[in-house]
C-alpha cells in the first residue's frame, strides 16, 4: 500500500516545509510519493528519505497536462489514497480508484476540493470554517501539525556579530507582510541590548534592513536567509518573537514549545488559539511594538518567567510530536480507504 501526496507550490514558505516533513515521517511506516512542483531543494529532500517523486506544472486550469500525468502516475503506482496540498494541486487530482483527500493549512476557497472524500484541518478554526461553508461534517476532520527540530548544537552567536552575553530574539518566518517582521525591528528599539535573528527570505528583505537603519538598530538586527537547520537556530535564541499578523496555525509556537524556548506571539488566529497567555506563552495585540517591546523586556528580566513559559511549553508540544500525529494520519487514511488496521 502505498499514499500519493501533491504539492503545486515552489516557494519555500512553512506550508511547504511542513510537507516535507510530514511526507518523510510518514514514509517511515508506509510507502509515500510525492508529485511537486518545480523546487530542487524539496525535490532533493524527498529523494534523501527514499520518497519516490516526480515534478509536473502545476499550472492554471487550462493545464491539462499535470492533471493526465497525474492519472497516469496513479496507475501505475495504485496508491490507496492522493492527498492535495493546497488549491493548486487538488484542481489537477483526479478521480481514481484512489480516495481523494485535501490537506488545508488556510481559509482557501473549496471549489478545487469539490468531491474529495475527506478534508484535513491543521486547526479547529479552519475545520469549523469547512463546515460553515457547507462541507459535511462527517467528511472534515482536525490533525494537527507537529513539530520537529534536528538535535543540531546550537549556532554560534559571533558568527551573526551577536555578543554572547546579549538576549537573542529568534524570528523565522518568510519576509512578508503578513510576518510582521516590521514590528518585531521596531519594538527592538524599545529593548536595550537584545539582539534579534530574523530567519527567512522574501519580497521586503530590502525594505525591512532600511527600516532597521532608520530606527537606529541596524547593528542589531541580523537577517540570516533560509535556513533548514533550525534546531541550531532555536538552541541560540532566549526567546522567540512571533508577531504575525495573519497566521491560521502557527507552527513556530510549535517548535518553540519543542525546543523548550519561551514564546511571545502576536493574537492572530493561529497563535492565540494555541497559546495559553501566561501559561505557555506571551500574547501581545496585532501591529503593537510598544506591548511587544514591554512584554520581552519583562521575560528578559525574569529567568523564572523563562522557565516557567518554557516548561508549560514542553508539556503542551507533547500533542505535536511526529509519533502521535503520524499515527491519527494513517487512522483516517484506514477509515477513508476502508482498509484493515
Known amino acids: 500500500m502505498s499514499i500519493l501526496h501533491t504539492l503545486g507550490g515552489r516557494g519555500d514558505g512553512g506550508a511547504e516545509t511542513y510537507f516535507t516533513k510530514l511526507v518523510a515521517a510518514l514514509h517511515r511506516t508506509e510507502s509515500q510519493y510525492a508529485v511537486i512542483g518545480r523546487h530542487d531543494g524539496r525535490l532533493k529532500a524527498l529523494e534523501q528519505h527514499n520518497i519516490l517523486c516526480r515534478t509536473l506544472p502545476f499550472g492554471g486550469p487550462v493545464d491539462i497536462y499535470s492533471s493526465t500525468r497525474l492519472r497516469m502516475l496513479g496507475r501505475s503506482w495504485q496508491p490507496r489514497a492522493m492527498v492535495a496540498w493546497m488549491r493548486r494541486a487538488a484542481q489537477h487530482t483526479p478521480k481514481g480508484p484512489w480516495a481523494r483527500i485535501g490537506r488545508l493549512g488556510g481559509y482557501y476557497k473549496l471549489s478545487s476540493f469539490q468531491g474529495f472524500d475527506g478534508l484535513i484541518a491543521n486547526t479547529r478554526d479552519i475545520q469549523d470554517y469547512l463546515i460553515q461553508e457547507g462541507v459535511p461534517a462527517n467528511r472534515t476532520h482536525y490533525i494537527p501539525n507537529f513539530a520537529h527540530l534536528d538535535e543540531l548544537p546550537p549556532e554560534r552567536r559571533s558568527a551573526h556579530n551577536t555578543p554572547e552575553d546579549a538576549p537573542l530574539l529568534l524570528a523565522p518566518g518568510r519576509l512578508h507582510d503578513a510576518k510582521a517582521h516590521d514590528v518585531a525591528i521596531i519594538a527592538l528599539k524599545q529593548i536595550p541590548d537584545a539582539h534579534l535573528w530574523i530567519v527567512g527570505t ?18 542589531r538586527v541580523h537577517f540570516l536567509g533560509w535556513r533548514s537547520d533550525m534546531g541550531a537556530l532555536y538552541g541560540a535564541a532566549d526567546a522567540v518573537v512571533f508577531p504575525s499578523r495573519y497566521e491560521p496555525l502557527g507552527n513556530v509556537v510549535i517548535e518553540a514549545w519543542m525546543a523548550g524556548k519561551p514564546i511571545i506571539a502576536a493574537k492572530s488566529v493561529g497563535p492565540r488559539n494555541l497559546i495559553m497567555h501566561g501559561d505557555d506563552g506571551l500574547l501581545f495585540r496585532i501591529d503593537d511594538a510598544d506591548e511587544l517591546a514591554a512584554l520581552t523586556r519583562q521575560l528578559i528580566k525574569s ?5 516557567t513559559l518554557a516548561a508549560s511549553g514542553r508539556v503542551r508540544a507533547q500533542d505535536h510530536t511526529a509519533a502521535r500525529v ?3 494520519w494513517f487512522a483516517l487514511f484506514d477509515r477513508l480507504t476502508k482498509a484493515e488496521v
Open 202 to 219: 522574501g519580497p521586503l528583505e530590502a525594505q525591512l534592513k532600511t527600516l532597521a537603519e532608520t530606527k537606529g538598530v541596524s547593528d
Open 326 to 328: 503520524t499515527q491519527e
Open 303 to 307: 529567568k523564572n518567567m523563562q522557565q
